[in-house]
């Protein structure tokens, strides 16, 4: 870990290298999007490892998330995605916890880049 930085607790399972990725379902991925930049892009120098692709500012305001506000709001929508999913709380086996977050990653990725409706 860098910087004594730690990772968001839903993440654990997702960042396990040693439990496979889900396979992918092209026909569900909007066109132009690469799951597996999706899924590698975090930053393990920002508390929480937030994804690179995650906003870092208010989209009307402009105004500047903090390190720590910019990490409870990604936990926040991930939260509410895996919600939706009726995966809140995360159970399962690690690999099913990590494929669940996988999915919840991509439709949080999705929504970030106005790819599709928010749920």
Request: net charge negative.
């Amino acid at each position: 870990m860098a910087a004594g930085r730690k990772p968001n607790p839903l993440l654990e399972d997702f960042l396990d290298e040693s439990v496979p990725l889900p396979p992918v379902v092209w026909e569900t991925v909007p066109i132009g999007v690469n799951p597996y930049d999706v899924w590698n892009g975090y930053d393990q120098c920002v508390e929480g490892w937030v994804f690179f692709w995650y906003p870092s500012h208010q989209p009307v305001s402009g105004r500047s998330y903090g390190e720590f506000e910019r990490a409870a709001l990604f936990n926040d929508d991930l939260e509410r995605i895996l919600k939706v999913m009726h995966r809140w709380p995360l159970w399962g086996s690690a690999t099913q916890k990590k494929h669940a977050v996988a999915i919840a990653l991509l439709q949080m990725f999705c929504e970030v880049g106005v790819l599709c409706a928010r749920v």
